[in-house]
């Protein structure tokens, strides 16, 4: 059965860090390039950053270019999302999708055939 499963959310206060993860199950991770999306309340999801599977190159939506690191370690299976300087506007929820290159990242297509069941990020103090 093939499952993505984020963890690491919570409650942080503006200008602290998380770190996200993604850990697949079924599926090699490796095979594919993976993206992080968030869902804010009342707000469409946004494609926020992606890391091929071929050469590791990463890409990031100019609202967290800087202040977020996308990584994979395939020898767990796992992509993280280092997230630093954490803002109110961070709040949403947190999917992890596969596959998932720049296009989708920037317009939404292809639409992944996987995604995780999501983690929620709160930025309040």
């Known amino acids: 059965q093939v499952q993505l499963v984020e963890s690491g959310g919570g409650l942080v206060q503006p200008g602290g860090s998380l770190r996200l993860s993604c850990a697949a199950s079924?599926?090699?991770?490796?095979?594919?390039?993976i993206g992080w999306f968030r869902q804010a309340p009342g707000k469409e999801r946004e494609g926020v950053s992606c890391i091929s599977s071929s050469d590791g190159s990463t890409y990031y939506a100019d609202s967290v270019k800087g202040r977020f690191t996308i990584s994979r370690d395939n020898a767990k299976n796992t992509v993280y999302l280092q997230m630093n300087s954490l803002k109110p506007e961070d709040t949403a929820v947190y999917y992890c999708?596969?596959?998932?290159?720049?296009?989708?990242?920037?317009?939404?297509?292809?639409?992944?055939?996987?995604w995780g069941q999501g983690t929620q990020v709160t930025v309040s103090s």
């Open positions: 079924g599926f090699t991770l490796d095979y594919y390039a």
């Open positions: 999708a596969a596959p998932a290159g720049i296009a989708t990242i920037r317009w939404g297509l292809p639409v992944p055939d996987y």
